[in-house]
Nanobody
Framework: VQLQASGGGLVQAGGSLSLSCAASGRTFRWSAMGWFRQAPGKERELVAGITSGGSTNYADSVKGRFTISRDNAKNTVSLQMNSLKPEDTAVYYC?????????????????WGQGTLVTVSS
């Protein structure tokens, strides 16, 4: 089982990036999936989650700017990030859990991608 994240990079404040995570080895159709981020010296935090049924929730800091989506046919989950701010700079990880509902902390997720760096310059 593997999650492969891609799409990070360097962007100016106010810009946009799209992250994608491709899963292989099994279907995650029945799994909640999420995007976490970890900035230097900070704990890994849930940025956005999506249930197996497609319901979403977001950290307050990204509401209205980020959108998570999933494509069960392609076994992928994506994160569209708009109006990026310097404080969004972090390594972003996709994750999946063996349960249909979103878990609020990293310890509730069973599978992880390798992380992709997002840097937002001011």
């Amino acid at each position: 089982v593997q999650l492969q994240a891609s799409g990070g990079g360097l962007v100016q404040a106010g810009g946009s990036l799209s992250l994608s995570c491709a899963a292989s080895g099994r279907t995650f159709r029945w799994s909640a999936m999420g995007w976490f981020r970890q900035a230097p010296g900070k704990e890994r935090e849930l940025v956005a989650g999506i249930t197996s049924g497609g319901s979403t929730n977001y950290a307050d800091s990204v509401k209205g700017r980020f959108t998570i989506s999933r494509d069960n046919a392609k076994n992928t989950v994506s994160l569209q990030m708009n109006s990026l701010k310097p404080e969004d700079t972090a390594v972003y990880y996709c994750a999946a859990r063996d349960a249909p509902l979103i878990g609020s902390t990293w310890s509730l997720y069973n599978y992880w991608g390798q992380g992709t760096l997002v840097t937002v310059s001011s």
